[in-house]
C-alpha cells in the first residue's frame, strides 16, 4: 500500500543553520503531498502543501517541492530559528486516507 | 469558527471501564478521521469516514468503534479499555478536493488518555 518514509530523528542543528529533513513516499496513483508540524501539547497543523509534480510549497520560510521521478518532498529551510523546535510530519493523500511518516523531532540551540 | 473540537482533552480510565471520545467539526467537511499517536511515534490510523453513515477501517481498529450519523460528528467508543490504550487521540477533518481527491487535514487538539 501507499506509505511515507522520512528521516529519524532527533535532529538538532544551531540558530541560523540550514535545515533538510528528508521525506519518500510510496503510491500507485497521484497523490498530495504535505508536511505538518506539531509544537510541544497541540495537535498537528498544516505547514504546506504540494498538489502535482513540481509544484513548490512554502511557508514561514519553509519549502518542498514534489518530485514525481526521485518520489521525493524534501523539506528545506534556509535560517532555522529557536521557534521552530517541534515535530515535523510528512504525509500523502491516498485514496480517502491521509498517510503520515513517523515525524522527525527538531530541537534548534540558540 | 471553531474547526475541529475535541472533548475531553484529559480522561484516567480503569481497565475495563468504557468511554466515548467526542469530535465535532463546524466547516462541514465530509471526511474525518481518528488517529492515535503514542509516546515518541507518528499516527496511526484508527477509522475514518467519507460521509455520514459511512465509517472504515484504518490500520489500527482493534478496540475501537466508530458512528457517523451526521457530517459534524464522529464520536470514538472504547468499550473495554486496556493499558494498551494509553495515548493521544487526535480527530481531524477534511474536504474533498476538485479532482475527488481529499485535501489537507485540519486536527483537533487532541485526547490524553491514561488506562490504569
Known amino acids: 500500500g501507499d506509505s511515507v518514509t522520512q528521516m529519524e530523528g532527533p535532529v538538532t542543528l544551531s540558530e541560523e543553520a540550514f535545515l533538510t529533513i528528508n521525506c519518500t513516499y510510496t503510491?500507485?496513483?497521484?497523490?498530495?503531498l504535505f508536511w505538518y508540524v506539531q509544537y510541544p501539547g497541540e495537535g498537528l497543523q498544516l505547514l504546506l502543501k504540494a498538489t502535482k509534480a513540481d509544484d513548490k510549497g512554502s511557508n514561514k520560510g519553509f519549502e518542498a517541492t514534489y518530485r514525481k521521478e526521485t518520489t521525493s518532498f524534501h523539506l528545506e529551510k534556509g535560517s532555522v530559528q529557536v521557534s521552530d523546535s517541534a515535530v515535523y510530519f510528512c504525509a500523502l493523500t491516498s485514496a480517502s486516507k491521509i498517510i503520515f511518516g513517523s515525524g522527525t523531532r527538531l530541537s534548534i540551540r540558540p | 469558527n471553531a474547526g475541529v473540537t475535541q472533548t475531553p482533552k484529559f480522561r484516567i480510565l480503569k481497565i475495563g471501564q468504557s468511554m466515548t471520545l467526542q469530535c465535532a467539526q463546524d466547516m462541514n467537511h465530509n471526511y474525518m478521521y481518528w488517529y492515535r499517536q503514542d509516546p515518541g511515534m507518528g499516527l496511526k490510523l484508527i477509522y475514518y469516514s467519507v460521509g455520514a453513515g459511512i465509517t472504515d477501517k484504518g490500520e489500527v481498529p482493534n478496540g475501537y468503534n466508530v458512528s457517523r450519523s451526521t457530517t459534524e460528528d464522529f464520536p470514538l467508543r472504547l468499550e473495554l479499555a486496556a493499558p494498551s490504550q494509553t495515548s493521544v487521540y487526535f480527530c481531524a477533518s477534511s474536504y474533498e478536493g476538485s479532482l475527488g481527491a481529499n485535501t489537507e487535514a485540519f486536527f483537533g487538539q487532541g485526547t490524553r488518555l491514561t488506562v490504569v
Open positions: 503510491a500507485t496513483g497521484y497523490p498530495s
